[in-house]
T-cell receptor
Framework: NAGVTQTPKFQVLKTGQSMTLQCAQD?????MYWYRQDPGMGLRLIYY???????DKGEVPNGYNVSRLNKREFSLRLESAAPSQTSVYFC??????????FGPGTRLTVT | AQRVTQPEKLLSVFKGAPVELKCNYS??????LFWYVQYSRQRLQLLLR??SRESIKGFTADLNKGETSFHLKKPFAQEEDSAMYYC????????????FGTGTLLAVQP
């Protein structure tokens, strides 16, 4: 039981490049979330998914797209990376108990 | 708009001393609040939530609606309590969308 897994752990992109961050959970949770964490700031919600095929914007959705193709996986895509998207990205999932289970994070640097 | 404020970036105490990590919130609805903790080289994890009114690892937190606060307390700090602590507010109801404070680093000195 791995919980929430994220790939890759680290990534360096050049401005304008695209990439997809992958997240998977094996806890049969309906809800999944993507957050970003910047120095001196708390985690900020980028996107949320209540179930397969549904997504909803969070606080800071601009510059990102998401896909929830099945119950296990929730991916975050940067179509044209910008230096302002340099951050640590966390994926989380939850059931109805409201406790969110977090992944280990992806550290992304955009130069 | 909803907001969570943790005024202290760093709180340093000696082992055995009492600890209080402050959290204030701004929210127009009925608040649901959490404390999450991240120990060194571990994932962010739930410490406690106000609905359950539990004491976890000796920590308690009481929701004070009059003062819009949800401070985290422990009577006697242990070195293993050293970690980053985040207060979070559920502003999305059943969606459980969270807004986090900026976090407080608790350092317990021996």
């Amino acid at each position: 039981n791995a919980g929430v897994t994220q790939t890759p752990k680290f990534q360096v992109l050049k401005t304008g490049q695209s990439m997809t961050l992958q997240c998977a959970q094996d806890m049969n949770h309906n809800s999944m979330y993507w957050y970003r964490q910047d120095p001196g700031m708390g985690l900020r919600l980028i996107y949320y998914s209540a179930s397969e095929g549904t997504t909803d914007k969070g606080e800071v959705p601009n510059g990102y797209n998401v896909s929830r193709l099945n119950k296990r996986e929730f991916s975050l895509r940067l179509e044209s990376a910008a230096p302002s998207q340099t951050s640590v990205y966390f994926c989380a999932s939850s059931a109805v108990s409201y406790e969110q289970y977090f992944g280990p994070g992806t550290r992304l640097t955009v130069t | 708009a909803q907001r969570v404020t943790q005024p202290e970036k760093l709180l340093s105490v000696f082992k055995g001393a009492p600890v209080e990590l402050k959290c204030n919130y701004s929210y127009s609805g009925s608040p649901e609040l959490f404390w999450y903790v991240q120990y060194s080289r571990q994932r962010l994890q739930l410490l406690l939530r106000h609905i359950s009114r539990e004491s976890i690892k000796g920590f308690t937190a009481d929701l004070n609606k009059g003062e819009t606060s949800f401070h985290l307390k422990k009577p006697f700090a242990q070195e293993e309590d050293s970690a980053m602590y985040y207060c979070a507010l559920n502003y999305g109801g059943a969606t459980n969308k969270l807004i986090f404070g900026t976090g407080t680093l608790l350092a317990v000195q021996p």
